[in-house]
């Protein structure tokens, strides 16, 4: 069964790196989304991708964030200058048709800032 | 914004007695409601899901139900086995807020836990 995928499955960086998260959604997706989980607390969504732009952001995705599908089959999420609060599970979600139809999730991204 | 309210924070039953878990939203022109299971150190997995033109839904010993005019839904499950032990989320979306490709709006989760 195609599923998606992230790497790296941990990634551990120092306050103001940047840092890229990769995510390969399943292959005849159209639709791309990232969403964060702090630990312990609820999965927020961040940003969502479809036909090269950004559809749909969160007031979360600021201007140290950035999305890009650099080509046909990996989605990348970048933050320019992480902070602390950064340090959370970035998930990567991918659908066929957007709209009223199930995300499947990739198993994530553990980014911890120091 | 849509703003979703899940109860409880943590749940815990007896193995073979049946689990209810509660959400509430706000945005009534939300139509889509899946539930998600996340076991630990994994990705949000699809269980089920409604969409607002029916009332249940039903797949073997999962249920949804969705009140829309008193906005809130429910998963129900019955039945409890061990292996159903795992953090449940409820979430709602509008697919007409972003132009189609629509954020998940997420309750806080609920730590289900069932007892042996």
């Known amino acids: 069964e195609p599923e998606v995928t992230q790497t790296p499955s941990h990634q551990v960086t120092q306050m103001g790196q940047e840092v890229i998260l990769r995510c390969v959604p399943i292959s005849n997706h159209l639709y791309f989304y990232w969403y964060r989980q702090i630990l312990g607390q609820k999965v927020e969504f961040l940003v969502s991708?479809?036909?090269?732009?950004?559809?749909?952001k969160s007031e979360i995705f600021d201007d140290q964030f950035s999305v890009e599908r650099p080509d046909g089959s990996n989605f990348t999420l970048k933050i320019r200058s992480t902070k602390l609060e950064d340090s959370a599970m970035y998930f990567c979600?991918?659908?066929?048709?957007?709209?009223?139809?199930?995300?499947?999730f990739g198993p994530g991204t553990r980014l911890l800032v120091l | 914004g849509e703003n979703v309210e899940q109860h409880p924070s943590t749940l815990s039953v007896q193995e073979g007695d049946s689990a209810v878990i509660k959400c509430t939203y706000s945005?009534?022109?939300?139509?889509?409601f899946p539930w998600y299971k996340q076991e630990l150190g994994k990705g949000p997995q699809l269980i089920i899901d409604?969409?607002?033109?029916?009332g249940e839904k039903k797949d073997q010993r999962i249920a949804v139900t969705l009140n829309k005019t008193a906005k809130h839904f429910s998963l129900h499950i019955t039945e409890t086995q061990p292996e159903d032990s795992a953090v449940y989320f409820c979430?709602?979306?509008?697919?007409?807020?972003?132009?189609?490709?629509?954020?998940?709006?997420f309750g806080k989760g609920t730590h289900l836990i069932i007892q042996p």
């Open positions: 991708f479809y036909n090269n732009e950004i559809s749909e």
């Open positions: 409604i969409r607002s033109n029916v």
């Open positions: 979600a991918s659908n066929e048709w957007g709209g009223r139809e199930t995300q499947y």
């Open positions: 979430a709602a979306s509008n697919p007409y807020s972003g132009g189609g490709a629509d954020g998940l709006t």
């Open positions: 945005d009534s022109a939300s139509n889509y």
